[in-house]
C-alpha cells in the first residue's frame, strides 16, 4: 500500500501486507511491520512518545541501535508539531554506521480520514522522516496502534518517496524527487530499516507496561 492508501489501516482485520518491504515502478518503497503488545494500551504509546527523552531513554528503545535523542519545539510532553533529532544504527551488524536523522511529527488528521480516525480505537503516530539537518523529508511515517483484548497491536508504516520540503510540506520537484529516491531510498536502506524496526517496537513492547505504569502511576488498563 501507498500513501494514498492510508485509510485502509482504519478497516478492520489486516491487509494483505503487514511486515516487509514493497517496491513501486515510480522509486518509491513500503516498508512495514506488524508489533503485538500484550498487556499494554495505544494511551501509553501515545505516551511514550511524549515522555521520551535524551540518550538514556532512547536507549531503552533498543539498547543496541540507539546512540543519541533530542527534541525541537516540543512543548509540556506534545510531541505533534515537534521534531525528534536522533542518532541511531539502522540493524549494527548489517549496517554499521550511525545514520544522523530526523521525524517532523505531524497531527493524524493530516494522514488519515478525520471522522474514521476519530471513531477508531487506538492512536496514530503519524510523522514526516528525513536527514538531520537537510531541508526536505523523504516520506511519511505512522505507528497505527490499535487496542485489542490482550492489549494492543502495532503495524508500522514508513512510506518512503514521497519527497516534500520539511517547512511547507508541499512535495520537491520530479527531478529532485527521483535523484532523492535514487540514493535515500534503496533496497539496502529499507531492508535494514524493516529489521531495525521489528526490533525496537519488540524492545518497547516488553518495557512499556511496567514502565508507563512506574511512571504515571496508572494502573487502568
Request: net charge negative; proline share 5%; glycine share 8%.
Amino acid at each position: 500500500m501507498k500513501f494514498s492508501e492510508a485509510n485502509d489501516l482504519l478497516k478492520p482485520g489486516y491487509l494483505s501486507f503487514e511486515t516487509g518491504v514493497a517496491s513501486y515502478p515510480d522509486g518509491c518503497k513500503t516498508v512495514a511491520a506488524l508489533t503485538r503488545m500484550p498487556h499494554c494500551r495505544a494511551k501509553m504509546v501515545h505516551w511514550w512518545f511524549g515522555w521520551l527523552g535524551g540518550d538514556d531513554q532512547y536507549k531503552l528503545w533498543h539498547p543496541r541501535d540507539h546512540v543519541a535523542s533530542a527534541w525541537k519545539n516540543r512543548v509540556n510532553g506534545n510531541y505533534i508539531g515537534a521534531v525528534h533529532l536522533v542518532e541511531e544504527y539502522l540493524g549494527r551488524d548489517a549496517d554499521p554506521v550511525v545514520h544522523s536523522l530526523q521525524v517532523n511529527f505531524d497531527d493524524p488528521h493530516e494522514f488519515f480520514d478525520p471522522v474514521g480516525y476519530d471513531a477508531f480505537d487506538g492512536v496514530a503516530i503519524c510523522g514526516r522522516p528525513g536527514a538531520k539537518g537537510v531541508p526536505f523529508t523523504i516520506g511519511h511515517m505512522c505507528h497505527f496502534v490499535r487496542n485489542t483484548d490482550y492489549g494492543c497491536e502495532m503495524r508500522t508504516r514508513f512510506w518512503l518517496g514521497d519527497v516534500k520540503d520539511a517547512a511547507t510540506k508541499e512535495l520537491v520537484p520530479d527531478t529532485v524527487a527521483a535523484e532523492v529516491r535514487a540514493v535515500a531510498v534503496n533496497d539496502a536502506f529499507c531492508a535494514h530499516l524493516l529489521q531495525h524496526s521489528i526490533e525496537e517496537m519488540g524492545y518497547l513492547a516488553d518495557l512499556l507496561p511496567v514502565l508507563y505504569r512506574q511512571v504515571t502511576e496508572d494502573s487502568s488498563f
